[in-house]
Nanobody
Framework: VQVVESGGGSVQPGGSLRLSCAAS????????ISWFRQAPGKEREGVSC??????YYADSARGRFTISRDSAKNTVYLQMNTLQPEDTAVYYC???????????WGKGTPVTVSS
């Protein structure tokens, strides 16, 4: 079982990024894929999750971020719009039986929002 994140980078405030979480060794359609982030000096926090047809968002992400999946590619995406400096963090995806309850983690992809 493996998940690999990609798509991070540096953007200006108001910009967008799409993160990808490529799964291997299991069918992500049948598990919960959660996105977390950890900013420097802060605790890790849950951002969004998708399990089957249900999606969940933290208050900080709701209305700006969209989680989706491409079953054919066994990949989950996190579209992030209207990014702000406070979104700067390393973003991780993780897989588990339920949202936020994770068994396997990726290594993360960094996102920097700065002017």
């Amino acid at each position: 079982v493996q998940v690999v994140e990609s798509g991070g980078g540096s953007v200006q405030p108001g910009g967008s990024l799409r993160l990808s979480c490529a799964a291997s060794g299991f069918n992500s359609d049948y598990y919960a894929i959660s996105w977390f982030r950890q900013a420097p000096g802060k605790e890790r926090e849950g951002v969004s999750c998708i399990r089957e047809d249900s999606t969940y968002y933290a208050d900080s992400a709701r209305g700006r971020f969209t989680i989706s999946r491409d079953s054919a590619k066994n990949t989950v995406y996190l579209q992030m719009n209207t990014l702000q400096p406070e979104d700067t963090a390393v973003y991780y995806c993780a897989v588990g039986e339920a949202c936020w309850y994770t068994d396997y983690w990726g290594k993360g992809t960094p996102v920097t929002v700065s002017s």
